[in-house]
């Protein structure tokens, strides 16, 4: 086996360094799947790209309606020029999908709803979903689900998931020596550090302990069981390795930076999902302007992880849906320096392997929801509201995993998934 292939290479500006395949890892199948989740938190304006709208009937930002061959529409702007960069390079293979029903104005129920098509937080995201499933065909995944964002939702699958943190804080669990300490008050107490002889002693005993349990056991906690077992090996698979805990800790990561590790993790056959998020903040009650700003600098981004995907040779392989728990009213409300507030309806922006291009769902010219087939998502009259669990239901299908047993009695949306 290729050094390359046992090896991988990340370096952000946040000096994240570099980090080696485990061992455990090197046994992929060939042709993996994969999927980012970029999550835009705070509820974007969809007129400001993905669902251009003209007055009256909403206040809007300047711009143009720029169509690609692909069928792909969206608002472009000489202000905000990452937008048409962004469709120029990946319109064959971008999909926009607008109406998304959500239900709710409120923040949480409604990025719940987007990630796990369901109305419980307890519930797993999609990604962790397709992480699981994944998982069960490749075992040798040390960390199937990885969150370097901070707000996916594993519920019973948090044995496939790992938090990053928003600092690298994982490696504070990996390097005991990188944790974070208060400083001492008069004089300094050494903190207590396993040997090696120690930790594998632990280890084992852990392990073992996790085997004595599962005798005998079935049903749901068997299951649980045997997902916290699996989690220690692929939780020493991590430990083991050196570069891993010689990331940095303590600075940011932007969404950039988020990708470029995200990308490396996949190439090196470590994780098979990852969610992100932009770092922005889009919740503009006032100063509307703001969105604009925000998505200037969050297609810019897209555009570097779209790159690094493509350089990798895992674009083909990769669907990437860029996602926000709703979005903004069509009016300005009257505030001082005027914003806008919660609307209850988003769109998400698809992208990358196995994306049937164009423009899917629709929204009438006051931003209103507008029934649609499900099958092909174009508007029909005869058709139905397209809502969160529907979208939810259709990406798992389209990533090879049932929709069925984890978001009950939707009907998948086919529209936009070859």
Not at 3 to 12: C, D, I, M, Q
Not at 168 to 185: D, G, I, S, Y
Request: proline fraction near 6%.
């Amino acid at each position: 086996m290729s050094a390359s292939r046992r090896h991988f290479l990340v370096t952000t500006a946040a000096g994240l360094g570099a980090l080696a395949v485990p061992k455990v890892s090197r046994a992929a199948p060939p042709e993996p799947r994969f999927l980012l989740v970029v999550f835009a938190r705070g509820a974007w304006d969809v007129t400001y790209c993905l669902d251009p709208k003209a007055p009256p009937g909403c206040d809007v930002p300047t711009g143009e309606v720029t169509r690609w061959p692909s069928g792909v529409r969206a608002l472009t702007s000489a202000e905000r020029p990452s937008i048409r960069a962004f469709f120029d390079a990946h319109a064959p293979r971008a999909a926009i999908v607008n109406g998304i029903w959500i239900g709710s104005v409120a923040h949480v129920p409604s990025r719940v709803r987007i990630l796990t098509g369901t109305r419980s937080e307890r519930n797993p995201d999609v990604a962790a979903i397709f992480a699981a499933e994944t998982a069960g065909r490749q075992p040798g995944l040390a960390l199937p689900y990885v969150d370097l964002g901070g707000g996916a939702y594993a519920g019973p699958l948090a044995s496939f998931m790992g938090r990053v943190g928003n600092t690298n804080q994982l490696v504070t669990l990996l390097n005991r020596a990188k944790a974070f300490r208060a400083e001492a008050k008069g004089k300094a107490q050494p903190g207590f550090e396993f040997t090696d002889a120690e930790q594998s002693a632990l280890a084992k005993f852990v392990a073992a302990r996790a085997d004595a349990e599962q005798q005998g056991k079935s049903g749901p906690e068997a299951q649980t069981l045997a997902g916290f077992r699996a989690s220690l090996d692929r939780a020493e698979a991590l430990r083991r390795d050196p570069q891993l805990r010689a990331m940095a800790v303590g600075t940011a990561t932007s969404l950039a930076q988020q990708g470029e590790l995200a990308v490396a993790m996949f190439k090196g056959g470590v994780s098979a999902a990852a969610f992100l998020d932009s770092r922005l903040d889009w919740d503009t009650h006032d100063s509307i302007a703001d969105q604009g700003t925000a998505h200037e600098q969050l297609f810019a981004e897209l555009g570097t992880i779209a790159r690094r995907l493509e350089e990798a040779g895992l674009l083909a392989r990769t669907t990437v849906a860029v996602l926000s728990e709703f979005t903004r009213t069509p009016k300005l409300n009257s505030q001082p320096e005027p914003g806008k507030d919660h609307w209850p309806l988003t769109s998400a922006l698809l992208f990358g392997g196995g994306v049937r291009a164009g423009v899917y769902g629709a929204t009438d010219e006051k931003l209103g929801a507008m029934r649609v087939r499900l099958d092909d998502g174009t508007a029909a009259d005869s058709g139905r509201l397209l809502q969160f669990d529907n979208f939810a239901a259709g990406l798992l299908e389209h990533l090879g995993a049932p929709s069925g047993r984890w978001i009950a009695n939707a009907e998948p949306f086919r529209g936009p998934f070859a």
